[in-house]
């Protein structure tokens, strides 16, 4: 069986063309103003100050096998927050799924997503989609056995 050929070569024929500049890679996405312009028209102020002082606000975020790292979403929303001098309770979820985590890793994504607003979170939690005892059966109750979620 003949393989196939490198797409490089593939490619020559169509004499392909690099069009640019292009912007270097860490600001091809200004993610901290589109999250922040995106929060800002999607009534997340209003939750906020309707929820009050020290309500409680669970941040979900992807575990470390998953991209992109979700700083930049905190900091809006944390800056957010703080303009309209509100510090609700902060609890952190990180979805897991069926990843596993040592510990140390497990410290080092916190550590790397929470940065100096650690102090700020009162509750920090992963999920654990094979824990038996965190999950709890939804749907239709023929269909109890076979689908969980978690408890939290």
Do not use: C, K, Y
């Not at 303009?83 to 990843?99: D, E, I, K, Q, Y």
């Amino acid at each position: 069986m003949p393989s196939e050929p490198p797409w490089e070569d593939l490619l020559a024929p169509l004499e392909p063309a690099t069009v640019g500049p292009f912007l270097p890679a860490r600001e091809r996405f200004p993610a901290r103003e589109t999250i922040a312009s995106s929060l800002a028209s999607s009534g997340l102020a209003a939750f906020l100050r309707d929820a009050g002082e020290d309500a409680p606000l669970t941040l979900v975020i992807n575990d470390p096998q998953r991209p992109p790292a979700p700083r930049p979403a905190l900091e809006a929303i944390l800056g957010m927050a703080d303009r309209l001098r509100l510090r609700p309770r902060l609890r952190l979820l990180v979805a897991t799924g069926s990843h596993r985590f040592t510990a140390e890793e497990r410290r080092r994504h916190e550590e790397a997503f929470l940065g100096p607003w650690s102090a700020r979170f009162v509750e920090r939690a992963w999920h654990d989609a094979r824990s038996e005892a965190d999950l709890a059966p939804i749907g239709w109750p023929s269909a109890a056995s076979s689908r969980t979620t978690s408890r939290e």
